[in-house]
Each structure stands twice: as structure tokens, then as C-alpha cells.
């Protein structure tokens, strides 16, 4: 009955922000407690989706406004549409990350024991990829998961060391060479490359859809959270707590500013060229999110309670 009377409330609170059509808005999770929009131009906006407990991460799909929002506690994987209001999609083990296909609508979550593909309007599960070993895995972020809206094929990242490519449906399609832990997070750009952090031993590789390794970098203290420019396969990520790097597809490091004290989190803007970081501690030691330029000026910040993800949904189409 606890769960269920959450469960409610939580619907009347999202239903009562009237979020409304996606505009370039960057999604935040604060604590694991609230998720607050931040408008493109850095207005923060009024409303939040608050007392969650345990969020671990909201995407949401560009060409529909649809957020998708995952939290450990009560192994919970809630879609809030704006036209028809808030649900609750099938049961997933401690969800972690989320990947949307904004060419179809599907999300791809992972999960405690692997990542499982939801249906569009979040009533099934339509395939999923779960290692031999998972069930018995105590690792709530082990698994991550990255989706190439151009042809909904998914990179899949095992912390233990494992990576491989699915396809659609869940088959594997390829496989990548091992790292030790990749925990630090992963991004895919459009011809299906993929960079692929491990933040505790300073790698960073990029991947051929092939599972080829193209680039294989240790030189960076600590990357975390590489996005891609997923229209020509550069990536910007976070090193050693305070600094963003930019490198071209051949890891040739092209920028390199400092952006922070503790960022968390990096997405990359294709539509301006410019970058959102989630600062866990920022100059208050609060917590901050803002908007940089590639150069390294600092466009705007709000000051956010730890905040853990940013997320800007972009995506052109076909």
C-alpha cells in the first residue's frame, strides 16, 4: 500500500509541472531526490519532479517531450508524456541508465543483472541482453547502455569488463575488446562508433561498430562521461575532476579548459557546439550545472543540489 500511495503522488506532482513539448532543455537529477529542467538559455524552470527516491537518471526523447526517469528504490522506470500523463513501465532490478531511440521511441534501460529494450509507450519489454552471470551480479551501476538512432542498434557496457554491440531485437553483433572496469560511461556517434570510459584505471577507448579499437587513450587522469558529437565522432569528457577535454576522432586532443571541482557529468550540444556539466560540488560546494562554449567560456550556471546526470536529448532526424 506505500508503494502505491508513491507511486500516486508522484503522478499528481509530475502531472501538476506541465512540463510540455521538448525545446533544448537540459534534464537534471539532484541528489537522487528531484529532477529540475534547465531552459536552453540557462532559465531554470519553476517546477520539479521531486521526493523520488534513489533516481539515478531522466532522459528525454526530443521529438515528443517524453521523459523517462529511472530509480533504484522499488525498482521503478516511470515515462511521464505531457498529452497523456504519467505511468509506470514494466519492473526492472535497480535501473541505472537509460538510452532513448527518438527514431522509434524505444528506451533501453540497464538494470541490476543486465538491460532490458521498453516498448515506446512503456507497457512491454520487447527484448533483452542479460549475461550469463548477471543475476548474481551486487553491482547497481555495472551495466550502461548507448542507442544509435540511426539504425537502433545499442552498445552495451559490462563493468566487469565485457563490450558488445546489439542489434534491435537483442542479438549480439559484435565484440569489443575488454577493459578492466568500464564504468566511466559511454557515448555513440551516428556511424555507430562508440567512446567508452574506465575513469579508475584513466582509459578511454573509441570503438569501430566492427568492435574494432580506433583509439585507445591512457594518458587522461580520470575521464568520465564522454559525449560524443555524434555527427562527426569527436567527444568531449571530464578529467580529473575539474577539467573538459575535447579530442577529434583520432584522439587528437583538440581543447582542454577547466570547467569545475567535481564534474560528474557532460553532454555535448550538436545544435550549438556547446557543453552542459553537472558539478557535484561547484564554487559554493552545493552543487551546479552549466553551459560552456568550446572555447571555455562559461555561458550560464544554477546552482543544483549534487547534481548527478545532464541530459539535452538532441537528435536531427534522418
Aim: aromatic letters at 8%.
Amino acid at each position: 500500500m506505500k508503494k502505491m500511495i508513491w507511486v500516486v503522488t508522484l503522478f499528481l506532482m509530475c502531472v501538476a509541472t506541465g512540463y510540455g513539448q521538448y525545446n533544448g532543455e537540459c534534464w537534471v537529477v539532484s541528489g537522487g531526490e528531484a529532477v529540475y529542467k534547465l531552459h536552453a538559455n540557462g532559465a531554470a524552470d519553476p517546477n520539479a519532479i521531486q521526493d523520488l527516491t534513489n533516481a539515478t537518471a531522466v532522459e528525454v526523447n526530443p521529438t515528443n517531450g517524453i521523459v523517462w526517469i529511472a530509480t533504484s528504490a522499488g525498482d521503478a522506470v516511470f515515462r511521464y508524456d505531457p498529452a497523456a500523463g504519467f505511468t509506470q513501465a514494466p519492473v526492472i532490478k535497480k535501473p541505472s541508465a537509460i538510452s532513448i531511440n527518438p527514431a522509434d521511441g524505444t528506451v533501453w534501460v540497464a538494470g541490476l543483472d543486465g538491460v532490458r529494450k521498453i516498448s515506446a509507450d512503456g507497457k512491454s519489454i520487447l527484448a533483452q541482453v542479460i549475461p550469463p552471470d548477471g543475476p548474481a551480479n551486487i553491482d547497481p551501476g555495472r551495466f550502461n547502455v548507448a542507442v544509435n538512432p540511426k539504425d537502433g542498434s545499442c552498445w552495451i557496457t559490462d563493468g566487469k569488463g565485457p563490450i558488445g554491440r546489439y542489434d534491435a531485437d537483442g542479438n549480439k553483433v559484435a565484440t569489443a575488446p575488454p577493459m578492466k572496469e568500464p564504468k566511466g560511461g559511454l557515448s555513440v556517434d551516428y556511424q555507430g562508433n562508440v567512446w567508452i570510459a574506465d575513469t579508475k584505471h584513466n582509459t578511454l577507448v573509441r570503438i569501430s561498430p566492427t568492435g574494432d579499437e580506433l583509439v585507445k587513450t591512457e594518458d587522461i587522469m580520470g575521464p568520465i562521461s564522454p559525449s560524443v558529437n555524434p555527427k562527426d565522432g569527436s567527444v568531449w569528457v571530464a578529467a580529473n575532476s575539474n577539467m573538459l577535454i575535447n579530442l577529434s576522432p583520432t584522439g587528437t586532443k583538440l581543447k582542454e579548459f577547466e570547467a569545475g571541482i567535481t564534474i560528474v557529468a557532460v553532454s555535448y550540444s550538436p545544435a550549438d557546439g556547446e557543453i552542459w556539466v553537472a558539478d557535484l560540488l561547484g564554487p559554493t560546494f552545493g552543487g551546479e550545472v552549466s553551459k560552456w562554449t568550446a572555447n571555455g567560456q562559461k555561458r550560464f550556471a544554477n546552482n543544483i543540489p549534487t547534481p548527478s546526470t545532464v541530459s539535452i536529448g538532441f537528435w536531427e532526424g534522418n
